[in-house]
């Protein structure tokens, strides 16, 4: 069970820390992966992160402002979002799935595992 914390309300230029605690996991045996879907659009990676080596990935748009990690001894991982904008709103999602789809974690079909999500706005 993966189960997804931190969002909120926060202001454009503010900061938020999300984070993706598993239960019956043990998450530095997957690739982790966050997800954001927002209102009549797709779901859309914006970052992963490997459980072998700790490779990262980001999308283009996030490179810079988001920063993913994980802390093993508490079996979380993190992302933590800087400078946000109106864009960065939606909800977001932690998913987890084998180490051998890290070449594919931008897509949501490659992940055998979700959390329920977590609400992200950001107001103008």
């Known amino acids: 069970q993966l189960v997804e914390s931190g969002g909120g309300l926060v202001q454009s230029g503010g900061s938020l820390r999300l984070s993706c605690e598993a239960s019956g996991l043990t998450l530095d045996n997957y690739v982790i992966g966050w997800f954001r879907q927002a209102p009549g659009k797709v779901r859309e990676g914006v970052s992963c992160?490997?459980?072998?080596?700790?490779?990262?990935w980001y999308e283009d748009s996030e490179k810079g402002r988001f920063t993913i990690s994980r802390d093993n001894a508490k079996n979380t991982v993190y992302l933590q979002m800087n400078s946000l904008t109106p864009k960065d709103t939606g909800v977001y999602y932690c998913?987890?799935?084998?180490?051998?789809?890290?070449?594919?974690?931008?897509?949501?079909?490659?992940?055998?595992?979700w959390g329920q999500g977590t609400q992200v706005t950001v107001s103008s």
């Open positions: 992160i490997s459980g072998n080596d700790g490779n990262t």
């Open positions: 998913a987890a799935t084998d180490p051998t789809w890290f070449s594919l974690c931008v897509s949501p079909a490659s992940y055998d595992y």
